[in-house]
C-alpha cells in the first residue's frame, strides 16, 4: 500500500505551472504546497496591517483556481501552509471559488498556531505546529486541507498519518515521513535545482518532486516521468542537510534521527530513503516571532579605474556627518574592479552602505539628501547604482518555545465541526547525540592546491539569525578526508566572516556529510537583510569555491 505525496511550491513565489504540472504528469493521492517561511511570515504580517481579511498566500487562490476541477476529477487531495496567518481566511476564499465553479470539495483548516496576541509587540507569531490535526481533517474526508504555520514537513506526515493509520507513538514511521517531507518541502531542489553539481543533468526546467511513502515510514524520492532535472542520491542529500543541524531533527510530531537514514538509487530518477529511526517530540513547540525592527536604506556607490581606496575614504567622510545619528551603518567595499579593464564594468568596484534607524527619517531624507548632494562634488566618475530612497521597514525574527499544552491544536472539518488535538503523551528532551567516530583518514600522498568543490557539494540556508552549511562527499575516499580536513577550525579559516563566531560541526557518516551550523552570521534573521546574502543561499558556494590542498588521488 503506498501513498504517492506531491510538491507544487517550495515558496511563496514559485512556479506558478507547478501544480497543474503535478495533476497531469503521472498519479498521485496527495499534492502539498509549501508557501511559508520565516520570511513570508512577515511580509503577511505586513499584508495583514493593511488588511484584516489578508493574511494568506494569494497565489494559492489563483493556482487552485486554475486546478481544483483537475484534482477533484482525479481524486488527489490538497494540503497545503498557504492558509498563513489567516487559514479560516483562505478555506472560506477555496469554498467560496468552489461554489462559484460548480466543484463539490470539501475544504477544511488547521487552527491554533497563532498566538500573536501572547506575545505583545510582535507583527506575527505562530506555532509549528505538526501533522495530526491535518491526519484528522483527512480522516473526515476533506479533499482541500489548509493550515496557517505547520512545520513543512507536516504537510507530509499529516496525509501519511491519516492514510495508513500511525498514531503519535508511531515514532520511527513519523520519523520516516518527516525525512520524505524534508526532502519534498522546497520543491525543484530534490530535483537538481540549486544543486551543487548542476551539470550532471539537464536543470533548465526542473520537474517537483514526489515521494512513493510505505507503510513502515520507508519511501523512495522520484518526480513524474519526462520532467527535467534529475533525483539521485546526491539531490537528494543536498536536500536533507538544507536548513538542518546535527543528528536529531526536531518537529512536533517526532524527532528524527538523521544519522540514521539511509540512501540508495532505486534506478533512473529513483532514491530510496529507509531505515530512519524515531524519537519522541521534545516537551515544547517552536514560536517563529515577526516584528518590525526599525527602517533600513541602502546607497551602491560606483567606484571606477584609479584610487579605489581613496575614493572609498572621501565618500565615507563626506557621508559622515549626515550618519552621525544613524543607530548602526554599515560599509562594505568590493572589489570587483581590475587593472587595466577591457569595459568599464569591470573597472569598476562598488561600495555599499546600509544605515539602520529606528527613525524612517533618519534614513530616508537625512540620507538620501547628502548623498545626491554629492553629485557633483564627491570623487571623480561620481554615480551610484540608484538613488537612495525614503527608507523602508525591514524585519526582526526570533523564535521562543512554548509547552505543547500552551496551544490549541484544532481540526476545523469542512462541516465547521472543531476536532482538539492532544499534545503528544510522551516526549524527549533534545540532547547532542555522542559523537560518531570517523572513518580511516586517508594514506599520506601527494596533494594539490584546488577549490573544495571539485571533491565535495555544498548547501546552505538561514535560520533565525544562524545559517547552516551542509558539506557532502562523492565517493567513500573523499569522505575519509574531507571528515578529518574540514574541520570547524578549518572553516573558520576558509571563511572569515565567521571567526568570531560560534561555528559547530555535525558528523552524519551515513550521508558522509558534514553540517555546520554558523551561530549569528545573519543578525536578526532574512529579513533584517544583515549581509550582502540574507539568506546565506550561496555561503555554501562561496565554501566550496575556497583552495585546500587536496590529495591527487581525488582529483
Given at each position: 500500500m503506498t501513498l504517492r505525496i506531491g510538491n507544487a511550491s517550495g515558496f511563496y513565489g514559485d512556479r506558478f505551472d507547478a501544480m497543474r504540472e503535478m495533476l497531469t504528469g503521472g498519479e498521485l493521492d496527495v499534492l502539498t504546497g509549501d508557501y511559508l517561511a520565516e520570511l513570508t511570515m512577515l511580509i503577511l504580517g505586513r499584508d495583514r496591517l493593511k488588511d484584516p481579511a489578508a493574511g494568506y498566500a494569494r497565489t494559492f487562490l489563483r493556482q487552485l483556481e486554475d486546478c481544483l476541477g483537475l484534482a477533484h476529477q482525479r481524486g488527489v487531495r490538497i494540503v497545503t501552509n498557504a492558509g498563513g496567518l489567516n487559514p479560516a481566511g483562505l478555506a472560506d476564499a477555496v469554498r467560496n471559488m468552489a461554489d462559484r465553479l460548480g466543484i463539490p470539495v470539501r475544504v477544511a483548516h488547521v487552527a491554533g498556531d497563532d498566538l500573536t496576541a501572547a506575545h505583545p509587540g510582535s507583527l506575527a507569531a505562530h506555532a509549528y505546529l505538526g501533522g495530526f490535526a491535518i491526519a484528522q481533517c483527512l480522516r473526515a474526508g476533506a479533499d482541500v486541507v489548509v493550515t496557517g504555520r505547520v512545520t513543512d514537513a507536516a504537510l507530509v506526515t499529516g496525509p501519511a498519518a491519516a492514510h495508513f493509520g500511525w498514531t503519535p507513538q508511531d515514532h520511527d514511521r513519523l520519523a520516516g515521513a518527516v525525512v520524505a517531507g524534508h526532502v519534498l518541502e522546497c520543491g525543484a531542489q530534490a530535483t537538481g535545482g540549486n544543486y551543487a553539481f548542476f551539470r550532471d543533468g539537464d536543470v533548465r526546467r526542473p520537474g517537483f518532486p514526489l515521494a512513493e511513502l510505505h507503510e513502515d515510514g520507508s519511501c523512495v524520492i522520484t518526480k513524474h516521468p519526462g520532467t527535467g532535472g534529475f533525483v539521485d542520491v546526491g539531490t537528494v542529500t543536498a536536500q536533507l542537510l538544507y536548513e538542518t543541524a546535527g543528528a536529531r531533527y526536531a518537529g512536533p510530531d517526532v524527532t528524527a534521527r538523521l544519522d540514521t537514514v539511509r540512501l540508495s538509487?532505486?534506478?533512473?530518477?529513483?532514491?530510496?530513503?529507509?531505515?530512519?529511526?524515531?524519537?519522541?517530540?521534545?516537551?515544547?513547540?517552536?514560536?517563529?516571532?515577526?516584528?518590525?525592527?526599525?527602517?533600513?536604506n541602502e546607497v551602491v556607490f560606483v567606484l571606477t579605474g584609479l584610487d579605489v581606496e581613496a575614493k572609498a575614504a572621501l565618500v565615507r567622510e563626506q557621508l559622515e556627518p549626515a550618519l552621525a545619528k544613524a543607530a548602526d551603518v554599515r560599509w562594505e567595499l568590493v572589489r570587483t574592479d581590475r587593472s587595466d579593464a577591457p569595459t568599464e564594468e569591470t573597472a569598476s568596484a562598488l561600495l555599499r552602505l546600509v544605515v539602520r534607524d529606528p527613525d524612517q527619517e533618519v534614513v530616508g531624507r537625512a540620507l538620501s539628501g547628502a548623498a545626491v548632494e554629492l553629485a557633483l562634488a564627491g570623487y571623480p566618475g561620481f554615480h551610484v547604482l540608484a538613488p537612495p530612497g525614503k527608507g523602508s521597514p525591514y524585519g526582526v525574527f526570533e523564535d521562543v518555545y512554548v509547552p505543547h499544552g500552551g496551544v490549541d491544536h484544532v481540526a476545523v472539518l469542512h462541516d465547521g465541526q472543531r476536532i482538539p488535538v492532544?499534545?503528544?503523551?510522551?516526549?524527549?528532551?533534545?540532547?547532542?547525540?555522542?559523537?560518531?567516530?570517523?572513518?580511516?583518514?586517508?594514506?599520506?600522498?601527494?596533494?594539490?592546491?584546488?577549490?573544495?568543490?571539485?571533491?565535495?557539494?555544498a548547501r546552505s540556508g538561514d535560520k533565525g539569525g544562524d545559517a547552516n552549511v551542509g558539506v557532502w562527499?562523492?565517493?567513500?575516499?573523499?569522505?575519509?578526508?574531507?571528515?578529518?580536513?574540514?574541520?570547524?577550525?578549518?572553516?573558520?579559516?576558509?571563511?572569515?566572516?565567521?571567526?568570531?563566531?560560534?561555528?559547530?560541526?555535525?558528523?552524519?557518516?551515513?550521508?558522509?556529510?558534514?553540517?555546520?551550523?554558523?551561530?549569528?552570521?545573519?543578525?536578526?534573521?532574512?529579513?533584517?537583510?544583515?549581509?550582502?546574502?540574507?539568506?546565506?543561499?550561496?555561503?555554501?558556494?562561496?565554501?566550496?569555491?575556497?583552495?585546500?590542498?587536496?590529495?591527487?588521488?581525488?582529483?
Open positions: 538509487q532505486d534506478g533512473p530518477d529513483r532514491v530510496r530513503i529507509e531505515g530512519v529511526r524515531g524519537e519522541a517530540p521534545p516537551p515544547t513547540l517552536k514560536v517563529g516571532l515577526n516584528r518590525l525592527g526599525g527602517f533600513r492532544p499534545p503528544p503523551h510522551d516526549t524527549l528532551v533534545l540532547d547532542d547525540v555522542p559523537r560518531p567516530p570517523l572513518p580511516e583518514p586517508l594514506p599520506p600522498g601527494p596533494v594539490t592546491r584546488a577549490p573544495l568543490g571539485l571533491v565535495a557539494g562527499a562523492r565517493t567513500d575516499d573523499a569522505w575519509r578526508w574531507l571528515a578529518h580536513e574540514l574541520t570547524a577550525d578549518r572553516f573558520r579559516e576558509l571563511i572569515p566572516e565567521s571567526r568570531e563566531l560560534t561555528v559547530v560541526r555535525h558528523v552524519l557518516p551515513n550521508l558522509r556529510a558534514l553540517n555546520f551550523v554558523v551561530e549569528g552570521i545573519l543578525g536578526a534573521g532574512a529579513a533584517a537583510r544583515h549581509r550582502f546574502d540574507p539568506q546565506a543561499k550561496a555561503l555554501g558556494e562561496w565554501l566550496r569555491s575556497r583552495h585546500l590542498d587536496i590529495p591527487e588521488a581525488l582529483l
